[in-house]
């Protein structure tokens, strides 16, 4: 109940803003017309000087042969990916950035519309619930630096999704189905245009498949909203997404020295009762003002609801987990271009207000009575400033600090009595805690001239546990007090141009302290000894005609123990090589286009072996491809992934004690997908 009421009434006065706002935008329009303010660039990656970062347009987006965001994304250099099932859409796939393995969604910092979209939670943002096609643009900045305008939890990188709006657009309705392998089917539509100061663009799809496997079967329906009222000197918006999602879990492979079952049973479940059901729903409301032409206020805040059952059985051992987790945020900011002594200067500040409640029921049968009911809360108050001056007209420097206090409350309340409790369980000792944490960071850019320019940053940033790492994933008695995972980065590179090449590489080094990891073995997070991560990225774009573009990237991570009884073995599921090929050829005009890419992976090690003994997942290779058209008000599309079958996996369990055992989530094998779709404009 509290947390309905605390729903409803940050709607409320949400809502009330906004509206007041608008009158008051409306009644105070004139006739000097200044530039429309765009929300969405009022914290983006580019304002971060000196890191290194990647823009993926919306055209790219709808050109990529790779199905899913994720699969998009993994071309960026220093991007992998891994997925504990094969995944349609990338639901259960998540992205890893500078080489975090088994925390890589709790160290990867993912926003929408510069607003924070990474929960407090262990399961990380769902990009399979974000319609591809309400998407204008994906920034990414890989390293720590985003933690300052952002923060806590950007360690690795930060990816900022920003989506279209119907501001100054013609109406147009477009819809699209489609058909494709393992009985997918699929269909989108979106609307969107203006009228007078008013605008609107909603998105919606729904995706059913039987998946790959057994019991791996999707069913989804996302969708996505944007409202605004815009005038000479201002706007008010409201942004609301819901999505629903019911996901088979089929569990792993397993693999030993004198049996496999990759090689007899690659598509089966272990888990064939397992499921995963989750509904969404984020509003987002707020008003933008230009004060006098050189500032400009943002205010908005937001609500996010998240429900989830899920129920897995494995060895006749069943559970359950029944859950709720409410976010309410407040982030209103001040940007200020000016001249600083005759240098033009940009300033960013803000305050982020964030209060996130969890409820969780762990329990046998979802229908039984909980075992243990956790109840958590978790406040954060974040002051954040950030400057940026063109001290000549060829350098950039930028600063910036950010200050966070923290406070959590974690409760559980054990039930002896109740089906499946085990004698020697207890209930947790309750947590009480704040803390203080801070970010900084530093960066420069220097243009020699229009094709040469280097970068470099130092930043300093930290990572809160979250809900799940203090609760783990057992029954037993837990230990809610983790400590705050801290880092610290440094970073250089260059950006190069020569003709029609384009390239952009860097080299950095980041220091970990109190690194949180989950261990299998004891169904726990921890304190990881000292880590190391070093390594370098390199992309680069070749433009050979008007008609024919060629990309590719490598990169080479490394991320290793620099203490403690693993010294200076690797982190567990973290490939050191990665490189992407692709090609993009319009071989007749709009009416046929061709787009391909060879994605590549090297070996990693399986999870749960920190001490390096076991066999490492081997390297792999695949190629996706996509020929499409457009001819009038009609396109069309046909994707195949992995070609040529590559029978492979990204994530496994290792045995912490016996040799070649393990437990292995194969990935699909060749897919397609075929679309046809109609706008109207």
Request: net charge neutral.
């Amino acid at each position: 109940m509290r947390a309905k009421a605390k729903i409803q009434h940050a709607l409320s006065v949400a809502f009330v803003l906004s509206g007041v706002l608008a009158a008051t935008v409306g009644a105070q329009e004139n006739r000097n017309v200044l530039p429309t303010i765009d929300v969405t660039s009022s914290r983006l990656i580019p304002d971060i000087v000196g890191a290194s970062t990647t823009v993926i347009t919306a055209e790219e987006i709808a050109r990529s042969p790779g199905e899913s965001l994720q699969a998009i994304m993994s071309r960026v250099p220093g991007v992998q990916t891994w997925s504990t099932f094969g995944g349609v859409n990338g639901a259960g796939t998540v992205i890893d950035m500078r080489g975090f393995g088994a925390a890589a969604a709790s160290n990867t910092l993912v926003l929408i519309n510069g607003r924070r979209m990474t929960d407090v939670d262990l399961a990380g943002v769902d990009f399979s619930a974000i319609p591809r096609e309400s998407i204008e643009r994906i920034e990414i900045t890989r390293g720590n630096s985003g933690a300052v305008l952002y923060g806590d939890g950007a360690v690795g990188g930060t990816i900022n999704i920003v989506t279209k709006s119907g501001v100054s657009q013609p109406p147009s309705i477009k819809a699209e189905g489609g058909f494709g392998a393992f009985k997918q089917r699929e269909g989108s539509l979106s609307v969107l245009g203006s009228t007078g100061p008013f605008s609107a663009s909603i998105f919606g799809n729904s995706i059913n498949s039987d998946g790959y496997r057994v019991n791996n079967d999707l069913r989804q329906r996302n969708a996505v909203g944007d409202f605004r009222y815009t005038g000479d000197r201002g706007s008010a918006y409201a942004n609301v997404s819901v999505d629903d999602q019911k996901l088979g879990l089929p569990g792993a492979r397993r693999v030993t020295l004198t049996s496999s079952e990759l090689d007899s049973d690659r598509a089966g479940a272990t888990t064939p009762t397992a499921f995963a059901d989750k509904q969404g729903v984020n509003v987002t409301v707020g008003v933008t003002r230009l004060l006098g032409n050189s500032f400009e206020l943002i205010i908005d805040g937001g609500v996010r609801n998240k429900k989830q059952k899920v129920f897995s059985s494995l060895s006749g051992f069943d559970s359950s987990d029944d859950r709720e987790l409410t976010t309410v945020s407040f982030t209103p900011r001040f940007i200020g271009r000016h001249n600083l002594f005759g240098i033009p200067s940009k300033v960013i500040a803000g305050l982020d207000v964030y209060d996130s409640t969890l409820r969780s029921n762990r329990s046998t049968e979802l229908s039984d009575p909980p075992i243990h009911r956790y109840d958590l809360t978790q406040r954060s108050l974040g002051i954040y400033w950030q400057q940026t001056l063109g001290v000549t007209p060829k350098t950039d420097i930028s600063w910036g600090a950010r200050v966070q206090q923290t406070s959590i409350s974690a409760r559980d309340r054990f039930d002896p009595t109740a089906p499946g409790a085990f004698f020697f369980d207890a209930q947790a000792t309750p947590l009480s805690k704040d803390e203080q944490q801070h970010a900084l960071h530093l960066g420069a850019e220097h243009r020699f001239n229009p094709n040469i320019a280097v970068f470099g940053r130092v930043a300093r940033s930290f990572r809160t546990p979250n809900v799940d790492e203090r609760i783990g994933v057992a029954s037993f008695p837990v230990d809610f007090n983790l400590r705050t995972q801290t880092s610290q980065d440094i970073e250089g590179g260059a950006r190069l141009r020569f003709g029609a090449l384009e390239i952009q590489s860097s080299v950095y080094d980041m220091r970990l302290v109190d690194e949180i990891h989950f261990l299998p073995s004891v169904f726990a997070n921890v304190n990881l000894d000292p880590t190391h991560r070093y390594g370098s990225e390199t992309s680069a774009t070749y433009r050979a005609t008007d008609r024919l573009t060629l990309r590719g990237g490598v990169a080479y991570t490394r991320a290793v123990f620099r203490d403690g009884p693993f010294s200076g073995h690797d982190v567990p599921l973290v490939s050191r090589w990665t490189a992407n090929a692709g090609v993009s050829w319009d071989i007749w005009r709009k009416y046929l286009v061709l787009d391909g890419v060879v994605r590549f992976n090297g070996s990693r090690r399986m999870d749960n072996d920190q001490a390096n003994f076991q066999p490492m997942i081997p390297a792999f290779a695949v190629v996706d491809l996509r020929i499409g058209g457009e001819v009038d008000k009609m396109f069309w599309s046909l994707a195949v992934q992995n070609l040529f079958n590559e029978k492979y996996f990204d994530y496994a369990v290792a045995s912490s004690s016996t040799f070649g055992t393990y437990n292995a989530y194969p990935q699909p094998g060749t897919a397609y997908m075929a679309r046809l779709g109609v706008k109207f404009q």
